[in-house]
């Protein structure tokens, strides 16, 4: 029995969930890593959540920390689906808002500067200095060549 109307469309969902489940099958040692480290993500964005003694800055940050996970998981579906631009292009952008948390960190200012474009204008001084990459940083260099390989690939 059709779940609707749209038999073409029941149809679509049931190849999808349909290759999901062969990944599943196929691949259970990454299927529980990417289930497990996606467990533990939910979890940490939830406890954070919770404190309820976020700034507006950190409450922003945790926004921003759950878009990546989202964008994650998301391009981790649609990889296994075999649609790998769309699944990369997702992943960098992840990479991307990561790489901005990392650098907006607790600062209101680089916060300010980060959320205050009504359209995304020239690079000015500012916007410079928000945006980059200080080297020494240890983290903000992984996200960078982590970035640089996704960018390579799409």
Same mark, same amino acid.
């Given at each position: 029995?059709?779940?609707? *109307?749209? +038999?073409? /469309?029941? &149809? !679509? !969902?049931?190849?999808?969930?349909?290759? @999901?489940?062969? @990944?599943?099958k196929g691949q259970e040692g990454v299927w529980g890593?990417?289930?497990?480290?996606?467990?533990?993500?939910?979890?940490?964005?939830?406890?954070?959540?919770?404190?309820?003694? !976020?700034?507006?800055?950190? $409450?922003?940050?945790?926004?921003?920390? #759950?878009?990546? /996970?989202?964008? #994650?998981?998301?391009? @981790? @579906?649609?990889?296994?689906?075999?649609?790998?631009? *769309?699944? =990369?292009?997702? =992943?960098?952008?992840?990479?991307?808002?990561?790489?901005?948390?990392?650098?907006?960190?607790?600062? $209101?200012?680089?916060?300010?500067?980060?959320? &205050?474009?009504?359209?995304?204008?020239? +690079?000015?001084?500012?916007?410079?200095?928000? &945006? #980059?990459? #200080?080297?020494? &940083?240890?983290?903000?260099?992984?996200?960078? $060549?982590?970035?640089?390989? =996704?960018?390579?690939?799409?």
């Amino acid at each position: 029995m059709p779940l609707s *109307e749209s +038999p073409e /469309l029941d &149809s !679509l !969902l049931e190849r999808k969930l349909a290759n @999901f489940r062969e @990944f599943q099958k196929g691949q259970e040692g990454v299927w529980g890593t990417i289930s497990g480290a996606y467990l533990v993500s939910r979890g940490l964005v939830a406890a954070v959540a919770k404190d309820g003694a !976020l700034s507006t800055v950190g $409450a922003h940050r945790l926004m921003m920390w #759950q878009t990546v /996970l989202e964008y #994650q998981m998301e391009s @981790f @579906f649609l990889l296994i689906d075999r649609r790998l631009d *769309e699944g =990369l292009a997702l =992943l960098r952008m992840a990479a991307e808002l990561a790489r901005d948390v990392a650098r907006i960190s607790d600062d $209101a200012v680089r916060k300010r500067t980060f959320t &205050s474009y009504t359209t995304w204008p020239q +690079p000015s001084e500012s916007t410079v200095t928000c &945006s #980059q990459v #200080q080297t020494s &940083s240890r983290t903000t260099n992984h996200l960078t $060549a982590r970035y640089s390989l =996704l960018r390579c690939r799409t």
